[in-house]
């Protein structure tokens, strides 16, 4: 049984307890209308004059109660980009509107008390570690501490509060993101329940808003950051593709774009979270400069920190974020998830991702993850044979894999029809093998089954899961080959342990000293990649296409036969498909163009609210 479904939601757990609890309302006797609110009906708005907001105030479930967020964002543009614990939540100051507008409204009716009527407002329990409470008086934004008194004054007028969060859910058993604030008016209290916004990852049914790249210097890199310029522009996405420097290339595993939001008026307020993989790399020190309105940076360990199960020699590869796919919202079974729900990869031999990120994923309560066997891949991820594709149908989103008896029977239909005698390849650096002597390697061929019995497996896995169909399914052509083998791999190629090592740090100069069953495992011999350009890697880049790897497949009558077949499995479901050459730059190294990028997505999505048709 995967290890996350051993865990308890925290959602299912929050209102497990609100269930048992007794009703917010329930206050002590004293001064008649005292009341606290918050947009417990999440509306937008907080309800003075009516009721709405009273229904759902002790709640904090995953589609009701009011939230806030954790408020790690840099609304002033004050912190400097080295200094990695700076947010607009590390002090007792709003930081200006901009900050104002990410803090959750909390508002007191006004109501009628003694002139030497006094009050406080208090967060209780463990939550008072995790938040800061703000007073508004005329513009002027004040913390409110357990020694802060309010007057008669106060009360008659109403009190304006706003609550932000200090930090994500990070550990349950410390704290489960809610935070129960009690207004106390001599003698009488009433509370209301919040509950910190979950940081969520995208889905590719979001609107891809940016592209990030890493690309490396010299060689083929330069013509890769041009083709991707290009590719971006035709896909008209409004912001042009940001470069990371260094030498870390791989911009799809050291970070992921993540979003916290709340209802705000007639939409939400949003914040970009950029999560770092639990893996100490150099590259994303470089997070810290896109820091600033709307945008934070959340780490999920300290420096160096390496899962203490680790093995000596264990590459931490499936901590990497190619290792994190999202499935876009759905029901099935009598769950909903109108977030969405992460996939990762795990090795059922023992490898997968590190307990602490598995802790911090599953402690965010409304995308509860769903492991899949990506251990028969050397580099691990699930991004090398699965994607989910926006549609314009049915639940608008359909989920695709890599298809090796599908690239398989395409090479046969070629061989019989004459063409058995043209490269398996049109690229330079490949070894020539033609398509027949290709269908005659009895290993690659056993590749091939032994790859597409691994798909099956998650396939069936995810269509148990989300309640899928047969015409749900997109196959995409992909070949894969043993890692170590050789067999149609050219001079110009190299294995994949250049990214195994690049996922950690230190792991070259420890391998110096290993034993070859040591060296062997860490750098994953035996397990599979890419044989030519995985399409199944590729980037849902605007509403209707797709950024793929140029495929260098065998070309017949001036077409190449695999990059027809992408094409078209991919405009069967309504995307167009731009190629984008990343063979000498990435491909060499067992990753293609979404391996090269990430994409920042939009974050206006209510994410509470189950879309129409899912």
Known sequence: MPRARQQVSTWAAVACLAAVAPPAAASAAGPAGVTIRADSNRDGAVDLTGATDEEAKGVATATRGALFLPNLDDDAKRCASRDQACADAADAVVNGDEDARDLAPLRTVPTAVAADASATVVVEGAAANYTRLFAQRGTAWTEVTRSTTFTADDLRRGLVLGLEGRDIVRDPAKWDGTARVTLAVDGAADSVLLRVAPMLTHAHTQTNQQLTAAPGSGGDFGAFRRDLEAASSNAKLPRPVHFF???????????????????????????????????????????????????????????????????????????????????????????????????????????????????????Q????????????????HVD????????????????????????????????????????????????????????????????????????????????????????????????????????????????????????????????????????????????????????????????????????WGPVVGGRDLLAEAVTQAYQAVGLSVEFVDDYTTYHVGQGEVHCATNSLRDTTARWWQLPAGR
Not at 278 to 284: K, V
Not at 365 to 376: T, V
Not at 478 to 490: D, H, I, M, P, V
């Open 384 to 551: 090398e044979f699965l994607q989910f594709l926006p549609a314009t149908s049915g639940r608008g989103w359909r989920f695709a894999v890599a298809d090796p008896r599908g690239a398989v029977a395409l090479l046969r239909r070629a061989a019989e029809t004459g063409s058995g005698g043209t490269p398996l390849s049109s690229h330079r650096d490949f070894r020539r093998m033609t398509i027949s002597a290709f269908l005659a390697d009895k290993r690659l061929a056993a590749d091939q089954e032994t790859a597409a019995k691994k798909i099956d497996a998650a396939l069936a896995r995810v269509k148990a899961e989300v309640g899928l169909a047969d015409a749900e399914i997109v196959r995409i052509p992909t070949l894969y080959q043993t890692e170590g083998g050789g067999a149609a791999r050219g001079p110009g190629q190299v294995a994949a342990r250049g990214r195994l090592l690049a996922s950690t740090p230190g792991l070259r100069e420890r391998l110096a000293g290993a034993t070859p069953a040591q060296r062997d495992r860490a750098l994953r011999r035996g397990a599979m990649g890419a044989l030519l350009p995985a399409a199944i890697n590729s980037i849902v880049a605007a509403p209707g296409r797709m950024i793929v790897a140029r495929q």
């Open 365 to 380: 309560g409304a995308q509860e993850p769903l492991y899949l066997d990506s251990g028969w891949l050397q580099v691990g």
């Open 245 to 363: 420097g260094g030498g870390d290339i791989w911009a799809q595993d050291w970070f992921e774009p993540t979003y916290v939001s709340m209802p705000a008026g007639g939409g939400t307020q949003q914040i970009r979270l950029l999560m770092r993989s639990d893996q100490a790399r150099e590259a994303q020190n470089q997070l810290y400069a896109l820091r600033g309105a709307g945008v934070g940076v959340v780490r999920l360990s300290g420096a160096g920190r390496r899962d203490p199960a680790a093995a000596l020699y264990r590459p931490d590869t499936f901590n990497s974020f190619g290792n994190l796919e999202t499935i876009p919202p759905y029901r099935n079974g009598g769950k909903e998830f109108p977030a969405g729900r992460m996939v990762m990869g795990e090795d059922p031999g023992g490898q997968g991702p590190s307990a602490l990120q598995r802790r911090v994923l599953a402690a």
